[in-house]
């Protein structure tokens, strides 16, 4: 048994129908060890995004605060995990900007809790138990900071200088994960991963809301002059990476994830307008490309991000399958056909926040 933690959210609801799919793939129909999915289901976090997991035999959903002690500790007695695999997080840098409560009670103070619940069920656990005990807390790139446009890539021995309250409280989590190893001897792993893309991303991200936003002939606003670079990566290939530490990596060791894939938003955008042109041309022949319109930039928004994941590709054997091309012309697809599960997650509040951050300011320009 393992636990996920945030498993109804982007990446997330990926692994978890990555990890139960294998139960039914392996070869010789031994199960794969049961899931059990903590999550608090805030406005990203979709159980719509598991319909399809729901009624598999290995699959439990509890819904709650990776912060409540009380509980987190009832489940750990109750499932006796050999893993945790900490997806939950507050994870979108514009809602950090606006306000920064959330970031800093689930990313900081909810991973502290979890890891004080979790430090008190690993010393109770027999040494072979301990032994193949392990913690995986998912970590972001973005606690580097901004790379200049000719600096080499991020390694693990970058120094962390995060500059968005959202990158601040993951660097804080990522001290936190690093002190249990240190002080506690807690098996824990870190991993810290490029921009993610691919089915079930919430439309408040550049990719999904630029389909969107195309697909129903508003905006497509670029921040800034668009030439910001982003390293991005498959989620599927996220997902493979993470089972790959989970599997063998070395226990108090962080590993960076990324797919050597770097764009400027301009050239995602383009990118994801050339493939609308062709997949769904609009009505009036217009391209896609005529929707962009360049609106005022993020506050301290970060110029570059770039991993290099050497590490993990000669330690681990790891390597992404996807490139850009083929992982945002399968992300399309998977959109145009799934435009029902957009809609269901495009609740109340989240029309509210286009309103704050697109509407209500009109920063669109149009
Ligand atoms: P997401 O916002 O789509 O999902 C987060 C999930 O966590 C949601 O299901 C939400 O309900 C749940 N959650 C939030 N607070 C919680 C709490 N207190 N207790 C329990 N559950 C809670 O995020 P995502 O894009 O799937 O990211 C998952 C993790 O990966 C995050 O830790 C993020 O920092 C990290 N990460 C994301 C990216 C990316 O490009 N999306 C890249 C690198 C790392
Ligand atoms: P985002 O998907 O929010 O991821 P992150 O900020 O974690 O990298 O944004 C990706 C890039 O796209 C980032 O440089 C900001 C930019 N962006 C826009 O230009 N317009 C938008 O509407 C959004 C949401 C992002």
Request: proline share 3%; glycine share 8%; hydrophobic share 35%.
């Given at each position: 048994?393992?636990i996920?933690?945030?498993?109804?959210?982007?990446?997330?609801?990926?692994?978890?129908?990555?990890?139960?799919?294998?139960?039914?793939?392996?070869?010789?129909?031994?199960?794969?060890?049961?899931?059990?999915?903590l999550?608090?289901?805030?406005?990203?976090?979709?159980?719509?995004?598991?319909?399809?997991?729901?009624?598999?035999?290995?699959?439990?959903?509890?819904?709650?605060?990776i912060g409540d002690r009380a509980l987190v500790g009832r489940l750990l007695a109750?499932?006796?995990?050999?893993?945790i695999?900490?997806?939950?997080?507050?994870?979108?840098?514009?809602?950090?900007?606006?306000?920064?409560?959330?970031?800093?009670?689930?990313?900081?103070?909810g991973t502290f809790n979890l890891l004080e619940e979790v430090r008190g069920y690993f010393a109770?656990?027999?040494?072979?138990?301990?032994?193949?005990?392990?913690f995986?807390?998912?970590?972001?790139?973005?606690?580097?900071?901004?790379?200049?446009?000719?600096?080499?890539?991020?390694?693990?021995?970058?120094?962390?200088?995060?500059?968005?309250?959202?990158?601040?409280?993951?660097?804080?989590?990522?001290?936190?994960?690093?002190?249990?190893?240190?002080?506690?001897?807690l098996?824990?792993?870190?991993?810290?991963?490029?921009?993610?893309?691919?089915?079930?991303?919430?439309?408040?991200?550049?990719?999904?809301?630029?389909?969107?936003?195309?697909?129903?002939?508003?905006?497509?606003?670029?921040?800034?002059?668009?030439?910001?670079?982003?390293?991005?990566?498959?989620?599927?290939?996220?997902?493979?990476?993470?089972?790959?530490?989970?599997?063998?990596?070395?226990?108090?060791?962080?590993?960076?994830?990324?797919?050597?894939?770097?764009?400027?938003?301009?050239?995602?955008?383009?990118?994801?307008?050339?493939?609308?042109?062709?997949?769904?041309?609009?009505?009036?022949?217009?391209?896609?490309?005529?929707?962009?319109?360049?609106?005022?930039?993020?506050?301290?928004?970060?110029?570059?991000?770039?991993?290099?994941?050497?590490?993990?590709?000669?330690?681990?054997?790891?390597?992404?399958?996807?490139?850009?091309?083929?992982?945002?012309?399968?992300?399309?697809?998977?959109?145009?056909?799934?435009?029902?599960?957009?809609?269901?997650?495009?609740?109340?509040?989240?029309?509210?926040?286009?309103?704050?951050?697109?509407?209500?300011?009109?920063?669109?320009?149009?």
């Amino acid at each position: 048994m393992i636990i996920v933690t945030g498993g109804a959210g982007f990446i997330g609801c990926n692994f978890i129908r990555d990890w139960l799919g294998e139960t039914f793939f392996v070869p010789d129909n031994r199960a794969q060890a049961g899931l059990l999915n903590l999550d608090k289901l805030t406005y990203a976090g979709n159980l719509k995004s598991l319909a399809d997991v729901e009624s598999n035999p290995q699959y439990r959903f509890v819904r709650g605060d990776i912060g409540d002690r009380a509980l987190v500790g009832r489940l750990l007695a109750e499932a006796k995990p050999t893993a945790i695999v900490n997806f939950a997080a507050e994870s979108h840098v514009d809602r950090s900007i606006a306000g920064a409560d959330e970031f800093i009670q689930t990313n900081i103070v909810g991973t502290f809790n979890l890891l004080e619940e979790v430090r008190g069920y690993f010393a109770q656990l027999s040494a072979d138990e301990k032994q193949a005990f392990r913690f995986l807390h998912v970590s972001t790139d973005e606690v580097y900071g901004s790379l200049g446009m000719h600096e080499a890539a991020f390694s693990e021995k970058r120094q962390y200088e995060p500059n968005s309250p959202y990158s601040a409280s993951k660097a804080a989590s990522d001290h936190l994960v690093r002190a249990y190893h240190h002080t506690y001897g807690l098996p824990t792993l870190t991993t810290n991963c490029s921009n993610n893309y691919g089915p079930y991303h919430f439309p408040e991200k550049l990719i999904p809301l630029m389909i969107q936003n195309a697909l129903q002939g508003k905006p497509l606003p670029v921040y800034g002059d668009g030439k910001n670079v982003r390293d991005w990566l498959y989620v599927a290939d996220h997902c493979s990476a993470i089972r790959a530490v989970l599997a063998n990596g070395r226990v108090g060791e962080t590993y960076n994830i990324g797919g050597r894939n770097e764009r400027t938003n301009m050239e995602v955008v383009n990118t994801v307008c050339a493939l609308l042109d062709e997949l769904r041309p609009r009505a009036d022949g217009k391209h896609y490309n005529s929707q962009i319109t360049f609106v005022k930039d993020r506050l301290g928004h970060d110029r570059r991000y770039a991993i290099d994941a050497t590490k993990l590709e000669t330690e681990l054997g790891w390597h992404a399958q996807e490139t850009f091309e083929t992982g945002i012309r399968k992300t399309i697809a998977w959109y145009l056909n799934n435009q029902d599960w957009v809609q269901s997650v495009a609740s109340g509040e989240y029309m509210k926040w286009l309103d704050v951050q697109y509407g209500a300011n009109d920063r669109s320009g149009l």
